[in-house]
């Protein structure tokens, strides 16, 4: 079975801790993604910033992005995978989360980040599909 190292894509893009709102959403643009990383000054990973966090925690509350920080919107513990994890456990993972990506960690260092779409292309179909039914879920 294949683990995160072998599914995940390694070229990651962080959104640093002290980079305003505005940097952090034209960071997005550029490379056409829905989140990023939130990497602190010692390049740990510190949170995960969605664009749905921008719209709903600063622009719906009429804040104004440029003068937001990434880090502010990191909140507890980024829910993360580890590189030498199976694809069960990133399956696992994503469902109890209810996320759709997790940043891949070896040690304390951000290597890559695994979708949905990459453990779907990796393993037969139920599995996924059981994951994405699992996502979905209303609380």
Do not use: F
Request: with cysteine; aromatic share 0%.
């Amino acid at each position: 079975m294949p683990n995160a190292r072998d599914i995940m894509t390694d070229d990651v893009t962080c959104v640093r801790e002290r980079d305003d709102l505005r940097t952090a959403a034209r960071r997005m643009a550029e490379l056409g993604v829905g989140s990023l990383p939130i990497c602190g000054e010692d390049n740990r990973l510190k949170g995960m910033l969605t664009d749905r966090d921008i719209v709903v925690k600063v622009l719906g509350q009429d804040r104004d992005p440029g003068s937001v920080t990434a880090g502010e919107l990191a909140q507890g513990e980024a829910v993360t995978i580890g590189a030498d994890d199976d694809a069960t456990e990133i399956l696992r993972t994503m469902g109890k989360h209810q996320v759709r990506r997790l940043p891949v960690i070896d040690g304390h260092e951000l290597v890559g980040i695994v979708a949905v779409a990459d453990v779907a292309r990796a393993l037969p179909d139920r599995p996924v599909g059981d994951l994405v039914e699992a996502i979905s879920e209303h609380a």
